[in-house]
């Protein structure tokens, strides 16, 4: 029998977080993110399952846009980097995709593009850096924009901007960005996106007429902890089985590096998932793990292929148990915050040999 690692994907849940989420702005639409292989999920199956309810996607760069095309995904693609180069924008047409611009050369390229006729599609996007200082144009050149690239500028146009701490509502930024967006539009009409999962949970100003969403869909909390509201339930469980159980005596080791000691006699699980599988290589003594819903904590570094836990307390504990890593019953933040990372980081992490087992095709 094969290895039995593999993540098992909740097709219902995502539709469950999908209509959560889109519930909170019922007069806005959802842009469904889904770069990074859907944040690990797997892009063309996500996309699938949310087609009939989603007019727009979202992946990080062009690279991203084929397999989805090639799958039969039709909607609308936004691309969060916009385009790299003058190839890349002469695509826009045949892989029908809406460019997030986010600096002026970006902007000079397209409008030359449409003004020459190379490209028809002229609802594209425009960043704008009302505070996150990584991507996009200065709001106070959003006059000169409007006036050297009217054909950027339409009915359709939506003017953009990212928060950088819509997951920390304690701290005020968001209130500096959200009032520098709205002097920099004064009048204008233009559509808007602002808000991510976060913001789209918790700040309803940000709820625009498009809203951006990642990590909620997949049902993992934007916010430190678990708490999640409203409910998510999460979309990924990652699985593997236990391959050896020993009995150790005190004062013996496991692992590379002899880094952990056994202070008790000890029964060690030893189970088929490791780093190269994209399990955080550093997550430290104690991160827990559900073998039959019990929990135990790791033993021992992780090794490429395999992880340890101190079993000793488990009841029943067999070869070919089943092992839950994350997922339902172990929330992936909780791992996130042993390891020193956010749920975001783990999912995308698991790597392309760890099987994605989709469940739930509920309404395909
Ligand atoms: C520009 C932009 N908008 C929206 C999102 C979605 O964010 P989240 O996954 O927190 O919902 C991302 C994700 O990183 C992003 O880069």
């Not at 097709?11 to 469904?32: G, K, R, T």
């Not at 846009?65 to 045949?94: F, H, M, N």
């Not at 920390?168 to 968001?174: F, L, Q, R, T």
């Not at 992780?302 to 994350?326: A, R």
Request: with cysteine; aromatic share 8%; glycine share 6%.
């Amino acid at each position: 029998m094969p290895r039995k690692t593999r993540a098992v994907i909740d097709l219902c849940a995502l539709l469950h977080n999908y209509d959560a989420m889109s519930s909170l702005a019922p007069d806005s639409q959802q842009v469904v993110v889904i770069k990074a292989d859907a944040y690990g999920n797997g892009a063309v199956k996500v996309a699938q399952t949310l087609a009939s309810q989603v007019s727009m996607f979202a992946v990080a760069f062009l690279d991203e846009v084929y397999e989805l095309r090639q799958a039969g995904i039709t909607q609308e693609i936004l691309v969060l980097q916009g385009p790299y180069d003058k190839s890349e924008c002469l695509l826009t047409d045949e892989l029908n995709v809406v460019w997030m611009l986010h600096n002026h050369s970006q902007v000079s390229m397209v409008h030359h593009a449409i003004q020459e006729a190379h490209i028809i599609k002229c609802n594209h996007w425009l960043k704008f850096d009302t505070g996150m200082h990584r991507l996009g144009l200065m709001p106070k050149e959003f006059n000169e924009y409007q006036r050297d690239f009217p054909l950027l500028f339409n009915e359709r146009t939506v003017i953009a901007t990212h928060l950088s701490a819509a997951d920390e509502p304690a701290k005020d930024s968001c209130s500096v960005q959200l009032a520098r967006f709205s002097t920099m539009l004064a009048s204008t009409s233009y559509k808007l996106s602002i808000a991510n999962s976060a913001a789209n949970i918790h700040l309803d100003k940000a709820r625009k007429h498009w809203n951006r969403m990642g990590i909620s869909l997949f049902g993992s909390s934007p916010f430190e902890g678990n708490e999640i509201k409203p409910d998510l339930k999460p979309v990924m469980r990652l699985l593997s089985q236990v391959i050896a159980i020993r009995e150790i005596e005190v004062g013996e080791s496991v692992g590379y590096g002899d880094t952990w000691v056994a202070k008790r006699a000890t029964s060690i699980a030893t189970v088929a998932i490791g780093y190269a599988d994209g399990y955080p290589r550093h997550a430290p003594i104690g991160t827990p793990a559900l073998f039959n819903g019990q929990r135990a904590g790791l033993v021992g570094r992780v090794s490429m292929d395999m992880l340890t836990f101190d079993v000793t307390d488990i009841k029943d504990i067999t070869l070919g148990m089943e092992v839950e890593l994350w997922g339902k019953n172990l929330a992936i933040n909780e791992i996130a915050s042993h390891v020193g990372t956010i749920g975001y980081e783990l999912m995308t992490r698991i790597s392309k040999r760890v099987p994605r087992v989709y469940i739930g095709e509920c309404r395909e």
